[in-house]
């Protein structure tokens, strides 16, 4: 049999960041003060982000040096493996070769910690002491308080109250590695303390979770805040990825027709397709197809206009062109809470907008069948966010298989299901249901974004 | 900085297991019939055991081939990698060198897998569609399950009744592998009936458990039981990491002074540290040091005397000899449910008698400590069983830093702690205790071994 894995050496670990910024046919449009309607300054963003990060999110540099201790630290786990699935080809008789690159085998279990360890490092060496930022299933809080661990900073997460109840295993983790975990409405903030005298049993959401991560951050001199997905600092940072794939491809004589990830905020998909795009890009490779994949519950780029608007429900963030269902706009309860948010990181929206990757929507129950199909022939069970990438993984193989075509299909996974294991039973009981976009019920905001 | 991680090509993986029963200065005591108090033969045991693990289980040939399709299996995760712990030796300040061989990355988070796949192989081979195990906090019904799903079998698994409400996310994790799981005390059998009709309420144990994995496999023609440690031939089968570990510590071009693992049935342990032992048994590393480490509250090999005993609570098996705290010990409630076992693997039992190792035995509390500062230091978040060992080697690591002394010691980590979040969170609230052995309450079959 052909091999299993492809394993890179942690010496030829890629010691840059790969910036599409560098390399787009057209620039991406810029963010905007919601104030002034014009481009935010380095000044805008310095009360929240250190001065190297924001130079990170504006700069076109093409490569941009990974600092010695955060390679340091990605040693702890990278270069993660790529993986050839041959039982899962054999299971479903496709000609088709599939390939993964798993991020599960980070502390965290996810490709989170690519930018939380970045983002803590260049906090720690501006001197601040302390990084708030918001969770919902808790994956993100998770990575920021082991990178907080590991440049010994202060964490403290605001996360969703009904996930804090709901989801206890997260918030222990997070413990676990020194972070401070509050639920949101929190008595901590003024967000936090006028919302619980409106409504003392609030379940809290995302964007309340932001403004108060915000308000703490902004407060004090020595915090900051941190996001995990959705800018271009934090993809840029998730570019280890892609690289290290780039080269394992090669070790394994392949080069994808087909990458097929999942998005949420974009961060991991991107991440890992960047590096390739290049190539389609500068027209080495113009037959690449790359399928973003998001549950139909919250289609962002395959229903949403591409227009300016809010990143967090409150309004507090700058403008970012992107697709959105509107910062309003609450997604259903699916269990890939990863997936849950309303817009879509900027770089991927201009990609898609130039009509160098595609987009397409699946439903829950049919992403749970396929993760549980590939637990019985990988091994690996999924959480339920690449769950849906699976989805279109198998879907393609399946083409192939009737076309009989040896097309090599590349899967990004972000990472394991150990503390998802409630959806799966919820899936195996028969108690799970599919949601559609509500069409009917289009949100408001979406109706009156912002003018820019 | 050196390396962080030594990883082995998936084509230099071991191909054969390592029999330690070739090597002993000593011949293990043979397992005896109870009935007869005779050693048992092959046809004693085929009603539960596939002719393949008979040989196995008392075989003394020292190299037994690895079958290519358990090789295939073993390829999704292994050979598994080898790490310096860096960070933890900074932040201890010592002059040792610590190393660790971690099996977390097997899809079910352990070291289990290594023998389950090769025992469902060899099961599906002599034709068996079906096979039982008992389980207690579900390591093992999960691994088994896992193998399950690799080789098309049907499994069933008894899951102690108190585990099985209590840790919903080992039986889900069963459950999407494909794998039947139902609590025990269960209807579905006489020994369950019989419990079920004295007491509804009944929380089982392990070796009510294992009575009724027992009956259902000795009561169809297609099924069989499988144990996942203890026995020599699960041993056998766990020595593929301890062949890795001697490669990569080559590679690492370093040998250790001491080797820590924790032990319940021992077979992590042992797996990891028999294909070391062979150096010193012939004499080339005299001063070699193997630190066997087990709970204070279950201290079966520093305080059990050394007897033949029955290797489950109801005294359905044959008759071992080892150290043991009686087959009807029930050890207190600590988190590393993998320890809490009154017996003990006969071939690490044989190597204490021979005075080839030592063991030390741990409060709960402490190892709860010492599993924190690796999680903060290596990012790793292990299972409350290696924490156990790691208690020891950060007291090893402390005494070099005492005595100025450069030990190089490994460590046998077997595996992460994502579904035994509620043991942290227990211990980080304060509310985790520590237990002694109850010297003043020995338990009566202690007193009245069987007479062989």
Redesign the interface.
Known sequence: ?D???F?L???KMPTRWYNVLADLPEPLPPVLHPATGKPVTPDDLAPLFPMELIKQEMSTERWIEIPEEVQ?IY???RPTTL?RA??LEKVLDTPAKIFYKYEG???P?SHKPNTAVAQAYYNKKEGIKRITTETGAGQWGSALS?AG??FDLEIKVYMVRISYNQK??RR??M????GKCVPSPSSDTKAGRDMLAKDPDCPGSLGLAISEAVEDAVSRDDTHYSLGSVLNHVLLHQTINGLETKKLMEIAGAYPDIIVGCIGGGSNFAGLFLPFIRDKIDGTKPDLRIINVEPASCPTVTRGPYAYDFGDEAGLTPLLKMYTLGHGFIPPPVHAGGLRYHGMAPIICHLHKLGLVEARAEHQLATFKAG?TF???????SAPEPDHAIKVVIDEALKCKESGESKTILLAHSG?G??D??A??AY?SGKLKDYDYPYEKIDESLKDLPSV
Chains 1, 2 share one sequence.
């Open positions: 049999m091999r299993t894995k394993v050496d942690e010496k340091d040693k702890l786990w993986f041959h039982r085998s980070s502390p279990g082991f661990a590991c206890p295993y222990i983790m413990e676990v590695w020194g549980i637990a019985r022939t990988e091994g690996i069970i394991h150990h503390v294991m409630a799966y039973d195996l």
